[in-house]
């Protein structure tokens, strides 16, 4: 009786378009500084959940979890780094009104990013510095609306900006490593 030698099977992920790719890498080769903007619209809901929104896509949900008082499928990672700096934003900005013993009724963030990938993530596109990569500029825009005048709710918003960790995580240079998991 002869037993069948067991065998290996390996499944890749599904394989992206390499001429597709090359194109692209190409255009950002013949037009090293393109750029484009992202734009987020964060909205705050109460106590620390706010919705992100990005172009079309569902909202992205930024909360906390219950021990710090909190509750397309597919939106581009600088979207979403977008969405957590306003997450961050409108959790700070609620805590020093919290704080404060402000009453916030509106508390929106707008955000936009100006981003390019000429480079095409290094796979043959335009040769650049890690400098010139990744967002070159963030713009952010906060309404806000509560039981205080515009100076305190301006003091507010620069003392949340000051102290928010993903705000001076994009500010401040960090060591940064990356490498393959065991």
Known sequence: MNTPAPTTVKSY????????????????????????????????????????????????????????????????????VLSGLGGCLAVGITAVATWKQIKLSKLEIFLEADIGNPAAWGAGGAPMQPEQMGFQEIRVKVLVEGDATRE?????????????????????PIPFSIALAD
């Open 13 to 80: 992920l599904r394989p992206i378009d390499r001429d597709g790719l090359l194109a692209f890498a190409e255009k950002g080769r013949n037009n090293p500084a393109s750029r484009g903007t992202n734009k987020v619209h964060t909205v705050m809901q109460g106590m620390y959940r706010s919705l992100s929104y990005v172009g079309d896509h569902e909202a992205v949900v930024v909360d906390e979890p219950l021990h710090l008082f909190g509750e397309d499928t597919a939106p581009a990672p600088g979207e979403i």
């Open 152 to 172: 305190e709710l301006d003091d507010i918003v620069k003392h949340a900006n000051f102290y928010s960790p993903v705000a001076n995580s994009m500010r401040n």
